[in-house]
């Protein structure tokens, strides 16, 4: 059954930072899309970025609410994904998860297929 694993999440004030991680069970996701996506209390599961690897080119792609302020990186030799969060704010409060699909599917969180469990993020205002 492959897996994934986030960590890093905790609190942290008002314009600070976090990074968060995803590992993998398998190498097998070295070559999929990897999302991140969040959800508050009381709020649908809403996309937050992704990445996908082409050969030759990594592309990354943001939702507007935190472009320019998160940045989604990976790395395939530890079967990793990252996503570190700058100036974060107490809207950026949720739990966050990362997914994984053998196929980029859009931004809806039915889209993709397997989920970790999820790290929960609070940002103190």
């Known amino acids: 059954q492959v897996q994934l694993v986030e960590s890093g999440g905790g609190l942290v004030q008002a314009g600070g930072s976090l990074r968060l991680s995803c590992a993998a069970s398998e190498r097998t996701f070295s070559s999929w899309p990897m999302g991140w996506f969040r959800q508050a209390p009381g709020k649908e599961r809403e996309f937050v970025g992704v990445i996908r690897w082409d050969p030759l080119i990594t592309t990354t792609y943001y939702a507007d609410s935190v472009k320019g302020r998160f940045t989604i990186s990976r790395d395939n030799a530890k079967n990793t994904v990252y996503l570190q969060m700058n100036s974060l704010k107490p809207e950026d409060t949720a739990v966050y998860y990362c997914?994984?699909?053998?196929?980029?599917?859009?931004?809806?969180?039915?889209?993709?297929?397997?989920w970790g469990q999820g790290t929960q993020v609070t940002v103190s205002s």
């Open positions: 997914a994984a699909d053998p196929s980029y599917s859009g931004t809806y969180y039915s889209n993709w297929a397997i």
